[in-house]
């Protein structure tokens, strides 16, 4: 079921690939940017990382919590040096998709499909080929990528659910709900 703003934030705890135990209520009274991505080995989620770490210390200042969720375990996330290079922000991995289930994040080969008419797969592939990231034979081909934005008080403000595999909330409403430029 997908989450509607105005809801309290479903709460989970998990742990990063640093092996912190990692509860989402604890960020509350900040705002939070909770991303969902595919796997370590997805070009376009990856290369929307790389987008948003150049951004990093901004967001540091601006106070604004980033959680990163993963289809891969953390053991794979955390042997990709890209991925280790996300700190402080912690990256979760869920392969079993407990945390993607709770907040209602889908699973479409039609939005997988849709992704060849609407995104530019080649030019994601070149973008993030010089990471040199592991493969996950055990990823979903068809996860569709999901973002919300959760304020001060654990209400959802947005919830974005992708179109396609490349499709995550448009880059400058990511910064205005931040608070940077």
């Not at 595919?38 to 376009?44: E, L």
């Not at 948003?52 to 993963?70: D, K, P």
């Not at 849709?114 to 973008?127: E, V």
């Given at each position: 079921m997908?989450?509607?703003?105005?809801?309290?934030?479903p709460?989970?705890?998990?742990?990063?690939i640093e092996?912190?135990?990692i509860?989402l209520?604890?960020?509350?009274g900040?705002?939070i940017?909770?991303?969902?991505?595919r796997?370590v080995?997805c070009p376009?989620?990856?290369?929307?990382v790389?987008?948003?770490?150049?951004?990093n210390v901004?967001l540091?200042n601006?106070g604004?919590?980033l959680v990163?969720?993963f289809?891969?375990?953390n053991?794979?996330?955390?042997?990709?040096?890209?991925?280790?290079?996300?700190?402080?922000?912690p990256?979760?991995?869920?392969p079993d998709?407990?945390?993607?289930n709770a907040?209602?994040?889908?699973?479409?080969?039609?939005?997988?499909?849709?992704?060849?008419?609407q995104?530019?797969?080649?030019?994601?592939k070149k973008?993030?080929a010089?990471?040199?990231?592991p493969?996950d034979?055990d990823?979903?081909?068809?996860?569709i990528?999901?973002?919300?934005?959760?304020?001060?008080?654990?209400n959802i403000v947005?919830?974005?659910?992708?179109k396609h595999?490349d499709?995550h909330i448009?880059?400058?409403?990511?910064k205005s709900?931040?608070g940077i430029n």
């Amino acid at each position: 079921m997908k989450l509607q703003p105005g809801i309290t934030a479903p709460d989970f705890v998990a742990k990063d690939i640093e092996g912190n135990e990692i509860k989402l209520s604890d960020f509350s009274g900040n705002r939070i940017i909770l991303s969902f991505y595919r796997n370590v080995n997805c070009p376009f989620c990856n290369r929307r990382v790389h987008q948003i770490m150049g951004h990093n210390v901004r967001l540091q200042n601006a106070g604004v919590q980033l959680v990163f969720l993963f289809e891969s375990p953390n053991e794979k996330l955390k042997s990709s040096v890209f991925h280790q290079g996300i700190s402080p922000w912690p990256l979760i991995g869920d392969p079993d998709r407990k945390i993607y289930n709770a907040y209602g994040v889908e699973k479409s080969t039609l939005k997988m499909m849709r992704t060849m008419f609407q995104s530019s797969l080649g030019q994601a592939k070149k973008d993030t080929a010089e990471l040199n990231l592991p493969e996950d034979k055990d990823a979903k081909m068809n996860l569709i990528p999901a973002d919300f934005f959760i304020d001060e008080n654990f209400n959802i403000v947005k919830a974005h659910y992708g179109k396609h595999l490349d499709d995550h909330i448009d880059i400058e409403e990511f910064k205005s709900f931040a608070g940077i430029n």
